[in-house]
Structures are given as structure tokens and as C-alpha cells.
């Protein structure tokens, strides 16, 4: 008997496999993937945000389906929180050195990562799940290949004793004390305990 699957929309690999690892407790589902083009919807609020995006995606895909999406964010505490949401279209215009530069004139230079997960299981009902890692902007070190990880250093109070970005850290460290792998953790007790 085969397994009943979650599709997680997504068109990245590495990501996939990311969610892959920090979903390996739950044995009952398989964690496949679709790539949808999704709009990317502007608002301040990350739970809209992600409510929006599963709507989207359950509007297109077969009924019956369990979906989950994801979307993160990286708020700058002396910003107010941003760019919070838009840190992807940061990404796609500035270098990191750039966007790091954006704190120069603040003394403060901490920030949160996170990243809220919606889920919507086979009936369409939708659960939310979100996790935050505070942290601090620094000059990149480590790994440049996976978004912002490479100026974002987690608190000491995180866990992250060795005081490494996020691009600096063995994987399953990071997904230890990572605002997604805070997410997924809650989204993986929530499918565990559905049986």
C-alpha cells in the first residue's frame, strides 16, 4: 500500500530536501513537490501571506490534495521589521555586502527570521504554523548558495554557541535552531498527532 502524499509547492530542490529532513518523523505521508507559479502577494502580514499562497495553490490543484507552501521573511528590528516579506526581492537586486550596508547608519543591528508554513489537508481546512529566530546582520561568511544565510547569525540564546551564520553551519545544526526548521517542527508534531 502506498503512502498519501504532501505536496509541498516548491521549484527548488534544495529546498525540498531541506523539508525533506525536517519532516523525517513523519513516516504515514510521502513530502513530494509541485513548482506553481504562484503570485507573490504584498502585505505586511506573514500569516496572510501564507494563507493567500495556499489558497492559490488548492484553487489549482486536484481537490483531496494535502498541500503545504511556505513563505520567510527576514525583518531588521531597526527597520521596523523590514523588508520582512520582500527580502526575496532584495535578493534578486542587491548584493549581500548591499543589503548589509542598509544598517550602516543604525547602531542596532538585530534581526528575525521567519517563516510561516500553511497547510491545508485533504478537506481544505488550512493550519498555520510559524517559527522566529532572532539574530543579528553581519558581514557575509559561509556558504553564499542559499538565500541570506550567509548574513544572518543566530543569537547565542538560540543555540548558537559558536557564534556562525546561518551559511556557516552544518545543516542539521541550522535546521536545529532555524526559524524554518522551528516551523516545520511544529507543522511535523501537527501531522504526527493527525495520525
Do not use: C
Request: overall charge negative; aromatic content about 8%.
Amino acid at each position: 500500500m502506498s503512502k498519501a502524499s504532501v505536496l509541498f509547492v516548491t521549484g527548488n530542490a534544495n529546498k525540498l530536501k531541506e523539508v525533506q529532513r525536517l519532516l523525517s518523523k513523519v513516516t504515514q505521508y510521502e513530502i513530494t513537490n509541485q513548482n506553481l507559479d504562484l503570485e507573490e502577494i504584498q502585505e505586511s502580514s506573514l500569516e496572510e501571506i501564507a494563507r493567500k499562497k495556499i489558497l492559490q495553490a488548492i484553487a489549482v490543484l486536484p481537490k483531496g490534495q494535502r498541500v503545504v507552501v511556505e513563505d520567510t521573511a527576514l525583518g531588521f528590528d531597526a527597520l521596523n521589521g523590514l523588508p520582512g516579506a520582500y527580502i526575496k526581492w532584495f535578493l534578486k537586486k542587491m548584493s549581500l555586502d548591499d543589503i548589509v550596508k542598509i544598517l550602516d547608519p543604525f547602531e542596532k543591528k538585530t534581526a528575525e527570521a521567519i517563516t510561516t508554513v500553511a497547510y491545508s489537508d485533504e478537506n481544505g481546512d488550512i493550519k498555520i504554523f510559524q517559527g522566529i529566530t532572532k539574530g543579528k546582520i553581519v558581514k557575509p561568511r559561509g556558504n553564499l548558495d542559499f538565500g541570506w544565510d550567509a548574513i544572518f547569525e543566530p543569537l547565542i540564546e538560540e543555540g548558537n554557541k559558536d557564534v556562525l551564520t546561518y551559511g556557516e553551519m552544518a545543516k542539521d545544526f541550522k535546521n536545529s535552531l532555524s526559524h524554518r526548521g522551528k516551523a516545520f517542527k511544529l507543522f511535523e508534531e501537527y501531522l504526527i498527532t493527525q495520525g
